[in-house]
């Protein structure tokens, strides 16, 4: 039944909804879906109906950090920014979300636009600059939430500095993110949280992705003594002796894991099958993020899989990239653009798929196969 409905919405978004929707700026589209899911999950009937997408085994189910995740397909942060529909995307099918990113000041972002479809090269070009409502009010909003919406589906917080002037010195920075984090800790709110040092579209760029600044900003953060997971989301574009770099300091401060990783900054060299004029600002999403990401998934791996959980970001668009980031090393995925492509049944398809996958391979659950790439020395 549910394999039926999954069919029938793939082919209605691909042959009804996604036209009408790709001839709308992606700007408005954005908005007008958080609003009309704010309105849907306060309807039982609404609620309810996108249950049918849902996809369910004992084989997709995991302990993370202590926390029960039903599914290891995630929400990537940037989508629900100010976290206002936690409950849609839980009935959709996402076995985690990752919300945000959240400041501790509001901030309204860059100047619009803030997206750019790439439809052929299946990726977003995003310049949004971190619009948030600011961490006081979505910690009021959280707290309204009921109880049962996180359980077996936890919530991340991602955090970040403010886009702003006045945030640009590296101690306002540190502050920025220190009063974020002891405000939802201190108020319990969030299952985890996700440290964004790698947001290049922002006032002052990404001061905290070089060693010594990095080390500080989480020396700051480990006396905070914060009682939720930590991970820290990590930029894809640096050199690889840079990126280890990076996880040479992580491993020696309190954080449990890693989200890898961010936007694609260089155009160069990108396969693109569109236009994309030099006056469009902003970083690939999607498809050209592919196989950098799943490349430093295994490698972070290969060094840390014993110390850090790594939640795999980039190019996923069907269970078989969703599995290629798991067999990397990967314990978690998230996604975003895959969505938007392809519909929102499409996490129902990547859990119905990985337990095929599974099933072929000869694994019993996912953790089984996570890893199991990155170990032979492929990638």
């Known amino acids: 039944m549910k394999r039926a409905v999954r069919r029938v919405t793939r082919?209605?978004?691909?042959?009804l909804a996604k036209p009408v929707l790709f001839r709308q700026h992606p700007d408005g589209v954005h908005h007008r879906l958080i609003r009309a899911a704010k309105v849907v999950q306060k309807l039982p009937l609404a609620r309810t109906l996108p249950r049918l997408w849902v996809h369910t085994s004992p084989a997709l189910k995991q302990e993370v950090w202590g926390l029960a995740v039903a599914n290891p397909v995630g929400l990537s942060a940037g989508f629900d920014k100010n976290i206002d529909i936690a409950t849609v995307i839980r009935n959709v099918g996402f076995g985690f979300m990752i919300g945000g990113s959240v400041t501790a000041e509001p901030c309204d972002g860059n100047p619009k636009p803030w997206f750019y479809r790439l439809p052929h090269t299946k990726s977003l070009v995003v310049h949004a600059g971190l619009p948030n409502q600011g961490v006081r009010r979505i910690a009021r909003r959280l707290e309204t939430y009921p109880r049962q919406v996180f359980e077996n589906f936890p919530l991340g917080v991602s955090v970040a500095k403010t886009n702003s002037k006045a945030s640009v010195s590296e101690r306002a920075a540190i502050k920025d993110y220190c009063t974020s984090l002891s405000m939802l800790d201190t108020r319990n709110l969030g299952q985890f949280f996700e440290i964004n040092i790698s947001c290049p579209n922002t006032f002052g760029g990404e001061p905290f992705t070089t060693p010594e600044k990095l080390d500080r900003l989480l020396t700051k953060i480990d006396l905070l003594k914060l009682t939720?997971?930590?991970?820290?989301?990590?930029?894809?574009?640096?050199?690889?002796?840079?990126?280890?770099?990076?996880l040479a300091v992580i491993v020696r401060h309190e954080v449990r894991g890693v989200t890898i990783a961010n936007l694609l900054r260089d155009r160069e060299g990108v396969d693109s099958r569109d236009a994309l004029p030099a006056s469009i600002k902003g970083n690939?999403?999607?498809?050209?993020?592919?196989?950098?990401?799943?490349?430093?998934?295994?490698?972070?791996?290969?060094?840390?899989?014993?110390?850090?959980?790594?939640?795999?970001?980039?190019g996923i668009f069907s269970a078989e990239d969703a599995y290629e980031k798991i067999?990397?090393?990967?314990?978690?995925?998230?996604?975003?653009?895959?969505?938007?492509?392809?519909?929102?049944?499409?996490?129902g398809e990547i859990n119905h798929g990985l337990e095929q996958l599974l099933k072929r391979d000869g694994y019993k659950t996912i953790a089984d196969a996570v890893g199991i790439e990155a170990q032979k020395g492929v990638y």
């Open 11 to 15: 082919l209605g978004y691909k042959r």
């Open 228 to 246: 939720r997971p930590v991970v820290v989301k990590m930029p894809l574009n640096l050199k690889d002796s840079d990126f280890d770099a990076l």
């Open 284 to 314: 690939l999403s999607g498809a050209p993020t592919r196989a950098k990401s799943t490349a430093l998934i295994a490698r972070t791996y290969r060094q840390y899989g014993d110390r850090l959980t790594i939640i795999g970001v980039g």
């Open 327 to 347: 067999r990397a090393g990967a314990t978690l995925v998230a996604l975003i653009t895959g969505m938007i492509f392809e519909g929102p049944q499409l996490v």
